[in-house]
């Protein structure tokens, strides 16, 4: 969802212009009049573009893309993808944003669900520096570190870590708290974070897909993780959080 309330949505083809396992991708909005405008045209991805965060103006955002084993954000704008010099410090290591390489990434982390706030200013992400140093499927254990950074200044600050298997980040209307669901320090559920005191609430024991805030910020929409068997629909709960601070 746009910050004026449009859908934006990719459509992807492959094998792209690249190549075996690559991603010819158009990044849209729907507009309200039923009409597409596209964002950005990207050919020839070598990696699975999974998720874009777009700025209030909707002319640059954060895609992440990957394979889940190595995930990373990129800049990218109607001119296409760039690298995103940023240095992360997490969890003992130290490695750079635009290091992402969709295989063989052991030497770097992984970073991945960029949220922008609605009024611009600032950008949300999760980055893992427990990656750094491992291999395969042992990356998808690797712990995560919330940050955010000012979308001038892209000085990344760490709110949050010990941070397992997080999902669906995203920021409250006003730009104060952020949503997500993980396991943190063990405890699974879905939680809000205020951004600038730090407090952390729990609001479901139970990880999700998805959340979503209603336009007024006083509830969390949720998308339960499906458990049962594939045919049956996932379910959206709704959680009441206008009194959490």
Not at 50 to 63: D, F, K, M, P
Not at 76 to 86: C, F, H, Q, Y
Not at 114 to 137: E, Q, Y
Not at 214 to 241: K, M, R, W
Request: negative net charge; aromatic residues 6%; hydrophobic residues 40%.
């Amino acid at each position: 969802m746009l910050a004026d309330g449009r859908i934006a949505f990719q459509r992807r083809c492959t094998p792209g212009a690249r190549g075996p396992n690559t991603f010819d991708t158009t990044l849209t909005a729907l507009n309200n009049d039923g009409s597409l405008t596209v964002l950005a045209n990207l050919g020839g991805l070598p990696f699975v573009p999974r998720q874009v965060a777009w700025s209030a103006s909707a002319t640059e955002g954060i895609l992440w893309g990957g394979s889940r084993i190595c995930d990373g954000l990129l800049a990218v704008d109607r001119s296409g993808v760039k690298a995103l010099d940023v240095e992360i410090n997490a969890s003992g290591h130290a490695f750079n944003l635009k290091d992402f390489v969709s295989n063989n990434c052991t030497d770097t982390g992984n970073a991945e669900l960029p949220a922008w706030s609605k009024d611009g200013h600032t950008i949300a992400f999760l980055a893992s520096g427990d990656a750094v140093g491992k291999s395969d499927a042992a990356r998808l254990d690797a712990s995560y570190s919330l940050f955010t950074m000012d979308s001038q200044a892209w000085i990344p600050r760490q709110l949050l870590s010990n941070i397992v298997q997080p999902m669906g980040l995203a920021w409250s209307p006003d730009g104060t708290k952020v949503a997500f669901s993980a396991t943190v320090g063990g405890n699974p559920g879905t939680w809000i974070l205020n951004a600038g005191s730090g407090r952390l609430t729990r609001v479901a024991q139970t990880n999700h897909l998805d959340v979503a805030w209603s336009p007024d910020g006083s509830q969390l929409a949720a998308l339960e993780n499906e458990t049962q068997a594939p045919a049956d629909p996932n379910i959206h709960i709704v959680f009441d959080v206008g009194s959490i601070k």
